[in-house]
């Protein structure tokens, strides 16, 4: 069972900048993808950046020259970098990774609050 934790989310100005990272373990099956999702207040989550096995990444448009999405493979991490935050980005940030047999994984979450 692949479990993940993510870290770092704090509250912080806009203006400001935050390294989310998410911490993978338990994989029995090699992962095709990893996530960051964010769900901010009465919106649905939403998918912000993937970093894929092969190595190529995508960046939804909300946050798309704001955010870097990149990947330790010796630490079994994944980061997310967040720049020039806004009021708007306030949500809980989620990890996600999709394995081989295309099973989805979720971590509980970690909280921005940008404040103007």
């Known amino acids: 069972q692949v479990q993940l934790m993510e870290s770092g989310g704090a509250s912080v100005q806009a203006g400001g900048s935050l390294r989310l990272s998410c911490a993978v373990s338990g994989i029995i099956r090699s992962i095709n993808a990893y996530n960051w999702y964010r769900q901010t207040p009465g919106n649905e989550r939403e998918l912000v950046a993937t970093?894929?096995?092969?190595?190529?990444?995508y960046y939804a448009d909300s946050m798309k020259g704001r955010v870097t999405i990149s990947r330790d493979n010796a630490a079994n991490t994944v980061d997310l970098q967040v720049a020039n935050l806004e009021p708007a980005d306030t949500g809980m940030y989620y990890c996600?990774?999709?394995?081989?047999?295309?099973?989805?994984?979720w971590g509980p979450g970690t909280q921005v609050t940008v404040s103007s």
């Open positions: 996600s990774v999709v394995d081989s047999a295309y099973e989805r994984f």
């Open positions: 970093f894929s096995a092969r190595n190529w990444t």
